[in-house]
């Protein structure tokens, strides 16, 4: 299956803002995503201090990922708290004063699996991309200017799922954001054969993506 990998090379050590390629804080990734297979290996490195200070009671100001379907929107915040790096997460449908802390760590920097739902590993409940957002989806960032590192993520072109133009630069590009292609998934015929049974298949492979 056709898709993009869509990357900010920065790294904990050498931290990159997590804006558009002009600079812009508040923008737009990529549209028309298939609801479950529309993202894959959605990952951040972020280093502590250049997190905005915020809180799941007010995670206004705090770097965040959104998944919108125009009616029901899923955010996912990650700021510094106490010292902590910490993720929290808006349901889809609720309002931003429902916001409720999913994990946190004390680690300097810390990686948070947007698809996954993980930070630094470990389970982070509540983070799964899009939630309960049904149907096509635009995928957003804001905020970013409120964070800083490196992150990799791998978005399904096919139909009419795509990359934002002119927010992410086109072919690998240092310090802004790029796009180039990638295999989104792949199908491989699979058997198995012996003198009782007779088994074929096709087996579906995508690194990273979010359980159905």
């Given at each position: 299956?056709?898709?993009s990998l ?44 250049e ?160 359980d159905?």
């Amino acid at each position: 299956m056709n898709g993009s990998l869509i990357r900010e090379n920065g790294t904990a050590a050498d931290p990159q803002p997590f804006t558009d390629a002009t600079g812009t804080a508040n923008w737009t990734v990529a549209t028309d995503l298939n609801e479950t297979r529309g993202v894959r290996g959605y990952v951040a490195v972020v280093n502590g201090s250049e997190l905005a200070s915020a809180s799941a009671s007010d995670p206004g100001d705090a770097f965040h990922v959104v998944v919108t379907n125009g009616t029901a929107a899923w955010h996912a915040y990650v700021y510094e708290d106490g010292g902590n790096i910490t993720v929290a997460v808006k349901a889809a449908g609720d309002p931003v004063s429902n916001t409720t802390e999913a994990c946190s760590t004390p680690a300097a920097n810390a990686s948070v699996d947007f698809t996954a739902g993980t930070l630094d590993g470990e389970d982070c409940g509540g983070v799964a991309l899009g939630g309960d957002v049904d149907g096509r989806y635009d995928l957003l960032v804001r905020n970013g200017d409120a964070a800083g590192g490196g992150y990799d993520l791998t978005v399904r072109t096919e139909g009419s799922g795509a990359v934002s133009t002119g927010n992410v630069t086109e072919g690998a590009s240092v310090p802004t954001p790029y796009s180039v292609p990638a295999v989104y998934a792949v199908r491989l015929p699979a058997a198995y054969e012996t003198a009782e049974l007779e088994y074929r298949t096709v087996v579906r492979v995508a690194p990273g993506e979010r359980d159905a």
